[in-house]
């Protein structure tokens, strides 16, 4: 029986997009109103590059960056409500900084507001929501939000089932590099559409070296069985 895997964003890995300033430098460009620098000392607090981590001041200036406009800076405050990191776990604090981030354009605030949807975490349940959510990020080139949007079609929740949809916004996702996109177009061609197991270990190879350890065990199963 299929069984996809839909998840929620709340990595900090940022794809050299932080400024090669020092915290010092960041905290007067901060205080001066420069919304990246105030976001770049967040992240540093977070991850203790060059300063002692420091989930507080992490949350304290993801939220002023935010405040300035800084669509990331909403979306990692958002996860650190999420997970409870620096700030108390509120999922409704958590859905309204997803929103914001949405709102200013940021790919990752689109994809998790449709799995706080799709869950009822910090809103009612609702799979419509998430599909435009979900939607949304796909659009932005989010490779989870796409996956995610496939197990949406390929459950029909929240809209009509259909498999081809489901593996066409598979197939993005592991265009995009999202391994669990991968191993889910693998299932498909294992249990769904039309089956082509030379197509299933080719896309459970792909996960399996996009990290992905579902992806890993799914090959092994295909090589075992030959």
């Not at 998840?7 to 090669?20: C, E, H, S, W």
């Not at 809103?123 to 979900?134: E, G, H, I, M, S």
């Not at 669990?180 to 299933?200: P, S």
């Not at 996960?207 to 069985?225: H, I, P, Q, R, T």
């Amino acid at each position: 029986m299929r069984k996809m895997i839909l998840l929620l964003v709340v990595g900090f890995g940022l794809n050299g997009l932080l400024l090669a300033a020092s915290p010092v430098q960041n905290k007067i460009d901060c205080d001066a109103g420069g919304s990246a620098a105030c976001f770049n000392l967040g992240h540093a607090y977070y991850k203790g590059k060059n300063i002692k981590k420091d989930y507080t001041q992490s949350v304290k200036y993801f939220q002023k960056s935010c405040e300035l406009g800084k669509g990331f800076g909403c979306s990692l405050l958002g996860g650190m409500y999420a997970e409870g990191k620096g700030v108390k776990q509120d999922d409704f604090q958590a859905v309204k900084y997803y929103q914001k981030a949405c709102d200013l354009g940021k790919d990752r605030g689109c994809g998790n507001l449709g799995f706080m949807y799709a869950e009822g975490k910090g809103v009612k349940q609702d799979d419509f929501q998430a599909v435009k959510y979900y939607q949304k990020s796909c659009d932005l080139f989010n490779g989870l939000g796409c996956n995610n949007l496939g197990v949406m079609y390929a459950e029909g929740k929240g809209i009509k089932q259909d498999d081809f949809q489901a593996v066409k916004y598979y197939q993005k996702a592991c265009e995009l590099g999202e391994g669990l996109g991968c191993r889910n177009l693998g299932i498909m061609y294992t249990e769904g559409i039309k089956q082509d197991y030379t197509q299933a270990v080719k896309y459970y190879q792909k996960s399996c070296d996009l990290g992905k350890g579902f992806g890993c065990g799914l090959l092994g199963v295909m090589y075992a069985e030959g």
